[in-house]
């Protein structure tokens, strides 16, 4: 048997409304509840984004606990933290969850154009959200969203600016970034396996339409894989999926074909070393 799969879901995001897709959990029950089905589906990490009372993105630290709370209720996956939070958040604000101290959390490694609007990760920004991470005992996931961002990993790793262990996890097509095509992720890889060396686990996340193929060339390559409503909401072209659990359910059948089960939790904290 291949190596398990880890399949990291990103539920919920910070940039979609209910108006954009209709099924989007953004209440603490609403968001609970699409993690145990993901969980159910095969997911073993959920990457965490919450909403406030009005369904705005919000990086408030009672609301994150209650939605930790709720799921862990429900099953043990591993929690991500995004310390991304959505554009234009202070980094004091990404930070702030942390004190709740979360199995993992994100580290975005350079600023890029989102879209139309920026995305802010100076050296200064890293280096303090960095910080926290470690003060939080959190494993680090690094977002790469371009290939610069790879490079510049191997300069801030030798200034000690970021925790010597962690997971790389290529974030592939967004409007600003590098796109999802398959050349792009073998650069990638090839640079990650220079500068890193071979052991280094990783996974990736196609936006839109990226996202099935992406996966599947993980699947494939021996990766690991984020899915999920964050990244993209369609099933197919023209047809929304319904929740996190439909596009993770298909991606299970995919990997079961290339003999990867997906990862209990208990498997990916071992596969991770968390
Ligand atoms: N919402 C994006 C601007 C992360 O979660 O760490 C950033 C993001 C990355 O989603
Ligand atoms: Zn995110």
């Keep these: 048997m291949s190596t398990p799969l880890i399949i990291s879901c990103c539920l919920v995001g910070a940039e979609l409304t209910k108006e954009s897709y209709p099924h989007l959990p953004t209440t603490p029950d609403e968001i609970a509840a699409a993690a145990e089905e993901a969980f159910r589906a095969g997911a073993s990490i959920i990457h965490l984004h919450v909403r406030d009372e009005q369904g705005r993105p919000t990086q408030r630290v009672d609301v994150f606990e209650q939605v930790s709370k709720k799921i862990k209720e429900r099953c043990n996956v591993i929690l991500q933290y995004s310390t991304g939070g959505a554009v234009g958040t202070p ?75 962690f997971h790389v996890d ?70 929304m999926a319904k929740s996190n659990a439909d596009l993770i359910a298909r991606v299970v059948r995919i990997a079961r074909e290339f003999d990867r089960a997906p990862a209990t939790p208990a498997e990916a904290r071992k596969i991770l070393a968390l």
């Design 170 to 239: 290529f974030v592939l097509g967004v409007p600003g970034g590098m796109s999802g095509e398959a050349r792009n992720l073998v650069m990638l890889l090839d640079q990650m396996h220079r500068c890193l060396g071979p052991q280094q686990s990783w996974s990736v996340a196609g936006v839109g339409r990226y996202q099935l193929p992406l996966t599947t060339m993980a699947i494939a390559m021996g990766g690991h894989i984020r899915i999920g409503i964050e990244d993209n909401i369609y099933y197919r072209k023209g047809e």
């Design 91 to 165: 980094v004091a604000d990404r930070c702030a969850p942390l004190n709740l101290r979360p199995e993992m959390a994100t580290l975005s490694m350079g600023t890029m154009n989102f879209a139309s609007d920026v995305f802010e990760n100076s050296e200064s920004t890293i280096t303090a959200i960095a910080s926290s991470i470690n003060d939080s005992g959190a494993m680090a996931e690094l977002e790469i969203f371009d290939f610069g961002m790879m490079e510049a990993t191997e300069r801030y790793l030798k200034k000690n600016l970021i925790p010597k262990k």
